[in-house]
């Protein structure tokens, strides 16, 4: 049962435009989100999160968007540049037996930012 | 500032041979561990995590077990390893809501 799911497996955008990331999730007991940036033969780092109270979270060129109706979130980078390339991973916490968080990770997405 | 360390960086073993995977972190006490793995052209998967000293959670059922023999250590081991255990190995630490990784292990069974 996959709980976040990214749907597209790749992405292809010129530099200086917008790239738009994708994710949904089906559990609504998830309270926070994150997006963590991926290079190959490296350990993914961790990029911006947003809680389930929100709906918007900004870090310089990173917007990340929460529409919980819809149970859906994007990360927004403007303008894109190409050293962001690299594989994207959307993910979702949730608490486990009280003291314990752990992150349900989507199968990623990768992007190519073309100069 | 905190610190995962996780070796080896890649490792090569044939079929039916053991498995050892060590993970530590550093600047931290009591931190939640975990062992994900990423399969080629697949999300990362989460193996196992700890919360304490010789607790382990497994998530999926698989030929490999986790121990935590002190706070910051986490190791990842496999009796026999099978074909279909290839994959990149990474070290997680968290003790909120965003974990860090370490820098990963890329594992062939051939």
């Known amino acids: 049962d996959q709980q976040v799911k990214q749907n597209s497996p790749s992405l292809s955008v010129q530099e200086g435009r917008i790239s738009i990331l994708n994710c949904d999730y089906t559990n609504s007991m998830f309270d926070y989100f994150l997006w963590y940036k991926k290079y190959p033969a490296e350990g993914p780092t961790f990029l911006i999160s947003i809680s389930s109270i929100k709906d918007k979270n900004e870090d310089g060129r990173f917007t990340v968007f929460l529409n919980k109706s819809a149970k859906h979130l994007s990360l927004h980078i403007v303008p894109s540049q190409p050293g962001d390339s690299a594989v994207y991973f959307c993910a979702a916490s949730v608490q486990y037996g009280g003291a314990t968080n752990k992150l349900i990770f989507g199968t990623g997405t990768l992007l190519a930012v073309q100069p | 500032s905190q610190t995962i360390h996780q070796w080896p960086a890649t490792l090569v073993q044939p079929v039916g041979s053991p498995l050892s995977l060590e993970c530590t972190v550093e600047?931290?006490?009591?931190?939640?561990l975990y062992w994900y793995r990423q399969a080629a052209g697949r999300g990362l998967q989460l193996l196992f995590y700890s919360i304490g000293i010789g607790q382990i959670s497994s998530e999926v059922p698989q030929n490999l077990s986790a121990s935590r023999p002190q706070d910051r250590q986490f190791i990842l081991s496999s009796k026999k390893l099978l074909l279909s255990d290839s994959g990149f190995y990474l070290c997680a630490w968290s003790k909120g809501v965003w974990a860090f990784f370490g820098q990963g292990t890329r594992l062939t069974v051939v």
């Open positions: 600047g931290t006490s009591n931190p939640n």
